[in-house]
């Protein structure tokens, strides 16, 4: 059964970085598109980004865009999320989910999404 995992999370201030992991098993990872997606307390889950299965290919949320990469290293099975100059509405529980649908149709719709990890979380906080 195809798991991901995901670590980094954190307690960081306003203005500083973090980086995530989705390290995933149990499937071969260059079939799969992958997002992360948030969710705050009290709000929908919201796509973050998501990446092609080689990686060609990414989307960003605009809420996040130019502060936040994705990107993959299939021969480690594991998936980033670079956040740079973080803000408190970045504060949330973050998730990484994987499909088989292409990047380009899946993009940030958290439907056409069939795996998930447990999530992690970000505060950012002074």
């Known amino acids: 059964q195809f798991k991901l995992v995901e670590s980094g999370g954190g307690l960081v201030q306003p203005g500083g970085s973090l980086r995530l992991s989705c390290a995933t098993s149990g499937a071969t990872l260059n079939y799969y598109t992958i997002g992360w997606f948030r969710q705050a307390p009290g709000k929908e889950r919201e796509g973050v980004a998501c990446?092609?299965?080689?990686?060609?290919?990414?989307t960003y949320a605009d809420s996040v865009k130019g502060r936040f990469t994705i990107s993959r290293d299939n021969a480690k099975n594991t998936v980033y999320l670079q956040m740079n100059s973080l803000k408190p509405e970045d504060t949330a529980d973050y998730y990484c989910?994987?499909?088989?649908?292409?990047?380009?149709?899946?993009?940030?719709?958290?439907?056409?999404?069939?795996?998930w990890g447990q999530g992690t979380q970000v505060t950012v906080s002074s």
């Open positions: 990446i092609s299965t080689r990686g060609a290919e990414t």
């Open positions: 989910a994987a499909t088989m649908i292409a990047a380009t149709l899946a993009t940030l719709n958290s439907r056409a999404y069939d795996y």
